[in-house]
T-cell receptor
Framework: AQRVTQPEKLLSVFKGAPVELKCNYS??????LFWYVQYSRQRLQLLLR??SRESIKGFTADLNKGETSFHLKKPFAQEEDSAMYYC???????????FGRGTSLIVHP | NAGVTQTPKFRVLKTGQSMTLLCAQD?????MYWYRQDPGMGLRLIHY???????AKGEVPDGYNVSRLKKQNFLLGLESAAPSQTSVYFC???????????????FGQGTRLTVV
């Protein structure tokens, strides 16, 4: 069975500080991994996916198959980054996303 | 394109009442999902559908039923609402991507349901 673990419920930082939101997964095959973001009272939206290897809004995430991790990072946090972040996994052969419990990021001025 | 649209946005039910949440998508996606979002629990899959006329149970299906009579619509029903079903419900859809492209989920704006 696949599982996504986000160990931190809440991450609180000051503006300009580096941010790392942790995501670990358990799946024996080759997964697809995503980060979704949910701003206050809005719908979830895709932030980035590991296949694209892109940087969105200054965020990056690298898939580490050895550590089964997909941590989200940003070198300098901004107040507008405050949101709920969800890590999600799709396993090969199934397109049904499994989500972690989410991490609430608060960036203080 | 409207994307994924949920109705209603808010609803208050009394215990034992029934209701149906409607999800509509205009992206011709094969896959559709219903999740509930609760504090500290993240998103939990209630039911899902991999195509018109098909449905399957997710992680927390008890107390809910679903139907997908048309490809663009996915209905979530609560036959006898209970306070434990107080939650925010999100519908989502995704494309059955080929070669692992375009497989991300698109979400509706959510339905905030309170059962008193």
């Amino acid at each position: 069975a696949q599982r996504v673990t986000q160990p931190e419920k809440l991450l609180s930082v000051f503006k300009g500080a580096p941010v790392e939101l942790k995501c670990n997964y358990s799946y024996s095959g080759s997964p697809e991994l995503f980060w979704y973001v949910q701003y206050s009272r809005q719908r979830l939206q895709l932030l980035l996916r590991h296949i694209s290897r892109e940087s969105i809004k200054g965020f990056t995430a690298d898939l580490n198959k050895g550590e089964t991790s997909f941590h989200l990072k940003k070198p300098f946090a901004q107040e507008e980054d405050s949101a709920m972040y969800y890590c999600a996994l799709i396993s090969g052969g199934s397109y049904i996303p499994t989500f972690g419990r989410g991490t609430s990021l608060i960036v203080h001025p | 394109n409207a994307g994924v649209t949920q109705t209603p946005k808010f609803r208050v039910l009394k215990t034992g009442q029934s209701m149906t949440l409607l999800c509509a998508q205009d992206m011709n996606h094969e896959y559709m999902y219903w999740y509930r979002q609760d504090p500290g629990m993240g998103l939990r899959l209630i039911h899902y559908s991999v195509g018109e006329g098909t449905t399957a149970k997710g992680e927390v299906p008890d107390g809910y039923n679903v139907s997908r009579l048309k490809k663009q619509n996915f209905l979530l029903g609560l036959e006898s609402a209970a306070p434990s079903q107080t939650s925010v419900y999100f519908c989502a859809s995704s494309y059955r991507g080929i070669r692992r492209m375009n497989t991300e989920a698109f979400f509706g704006q959510g339905t905030r349901l309170t059962v008193v």
